[in-house]
């Protein structure tokens, strides 16, 4: 499955939910999904971390969907393949 995939997927499951909650609604609860993903992964509970993984996907998928942007261009757009720094693949950024 393709990032556009998945978003497709996404927007025809929540679409119509995503839209009433709003962008800052959605916005609002990626970043608690990202906090719970955050606590998955201290708590070292790998079945529970993925779960969280798919959770902050998914609400970032929606988030998108409820701005008009195509994921997987904007990624593609800017990761093609090296990164968008230095230009290098592996990134040779200093840390
Ligand atoms: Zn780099």
């Not at 679409?15 to 998955?40: C, F, H, N, P, S």
């Not at 701005?67 to 261009?73: N, Y």
Request: hydrophobic letters at 35%.
């Amino acid at each position: 499955m393709h990032i556009l995939e998945f978003q497709e997927m996404m927007r025809r499951i929540y679409l119509q939910r995503d839209l009433e909650r709003g962008m800052k609604g959605t916005y609002d609860w990626l970043v608690d999904e990202i906090g719970e993903l955050g606590e998955a992964l201290e708590s070292g509970q790998k079945d529970a971390a993925g779960k969280e993984f798919a959770d902050v996907l998914a609400w970032l998928a929606s988030l998108a969907n409820t701005v008009g942007t195509d994921l997987e261009t904007a990624a593609i757009e800017k990761y093609n393949n090296k990164c968008p720094r230095c230009g290098c693949c592996p990134c040779r950024c200093k840390p």
